[in-house]
């Protein structure tokens, strides 16, 4: 389709366990935002992407957290060594260009449970 | 830093009723607000948004003014349907640290009743 693409859209793994979770852009987006969905903090940023600038990560919450954007693209959100605290819903977003004119995209989210 | 703060609800309503819902924010410079919804099993889409002082966004139905003075973004809707049953997020755009990064309330889930 022609929307923001996650996957998987489910992840049961054990406390201690490293996790990758996907994202696919709309095509032809600079832009691409991580968030994080949980029942206590709600909405929360985690990291921005745009072009070829230095990502804008003030918003992952330990060292364990880290993402990467290859080619432009596609991009992972990668937890190591996971918590029960790190379950939440995971979202990307994508926008043409980042500016505030540009609406964000979101895709349908990774459900992260850690048991 | 910059935050949403929005009714937490649950709000419930019957067909046709009058929504608000209450939105108000914290930031430094002139942010954009917006309002999304998720509706149930769907991801999170802009319902519509407002860019300076006095800005009216619509759609659906829906309405929202960019109030500076009182530093808030009401959500309204004069006659909700039950389609319209859905989690509301009020959010601004934070630009420091250069990104555009959206800051959300912490949603308003509206159920309306036929």
């Known amino acids: 389709g022609a929307g923001v693409s996650q996957s998987p859209s489910n992840k049961v793994t054990e406390k201690g366990k490293d996790v990758e979770l996907r994202c696919d852009p709309i095509?032809?987006?600079?832009?691409l935002y991580w968030y994080r969905q949980s029942l206590g903090q709600g909405l929360e940023f985690l990291i921005y992407f745009q072009g070829n600038s230095a990502p804008d990560k003030s918003g992952l919450p330990s060292d364990r957290f880290s993402a990467e954007r290859t080619g432009g693209s596609v991009s992972t959100l990668t937890i190591q060594r996971t918590q029960q605290e790190d379950s939440a819903v995971y979202l990307c977003a994508s926008s043409s260009s980042g500016g505030v004119n540009q609406p964000q995209h979101f895709g349908d989210g990774t459900r992260l449970s850690i048991l | 830093g910059d935050s949403v703060t929005q009714m937490e609800g649950p709000v419930t309503l019957s067909e046709e009723a009058f929504l608000t819902i209450n939105c108000t924010y914290t930031a430094t410079g002139y942010p954009s607000l917006f309002w999304y919804v998720q509706y149930p099993g769907e991801g999170l889409q802009l319902l519509l948004k407002?860019?300076?002082?006095?800005d009216k966004g619509s759609n659906k139905g829906f309405e929202a003014t960019y109030r500076k003075e009182t530093t808030s973004f009401h959500l309204e809707k004069g006659s909700v349907q039950v389609s319209d049953s859905a989690v509301y997020f009020c959010a601004l755009s934070d630009t420091q640290g250069g990104s555009e990064k959206l800051v959300f309330g912490k949603g308003t889930k509206l159920t309306v009743n036929p």
């Open positions: 407002a860019t300076k002082a006095d």
């Open positions: 095509s032809g987006h600079t832009a």
